[in-house]
């Protein structure tokens, strides 16, 4: 798929940064998708990359080290298989201390075969 350079719209920027910083969702589809179901995005909503497996390390302590401290993320994932599925959160990770956070707005997501979200 081709994306045209020229972004009309706010909602088609957010789109179009989630394509060209993840290495894992590279469909406008998906990225629509997901935008759709993230709370409180605004058009003063910025996105940035904290963290990536292939640059910043597998391990979860390298996971933990860009993202502690940071609230309400986005994470997504490709599988083996090429499955790819993805969370959100609006707490901030805890830094590995084992204790658990609840959070009411977080949800994981598939992108692969039906875009859905699974909430409890």
């Known amino acids: 798929m081709t994306f045209t350079p020229v972004i ?13 910083t993840s290495a894992v969702v590279k469909d ?3 990225a629509k998708f997901v935008l759709s179901v993230l709370p409180n995005i605004t058009v003063t909503t910025k996105l940035s990359m904290i963290y990536r497996a292939t640059s910043n390390g597998w391990a979860p302590a390298d996971f933990h080290k860009w993202c502690d401290h940071r609230g309400r993320t986005v994470t997504f994932y490709k599988s083996s298989k090429g499955f790819l599925a993805g969370g959100y959160t609006s707490v901030k990770w805890a830094g590995g201390s084992g204790d658990y956070i609840r959070d009411t707005e977080a949800f994981v997501f598939s992108l692969t075969n039906k875009m859905e979200v699974f909430k409890t």
């Open 8 to 20: 009309q719209s706010f909602s088609h920027q957010l789109d179009r940064d989630i394509i060209t």
């Open 28 to 30: 406008l589809n998906q």
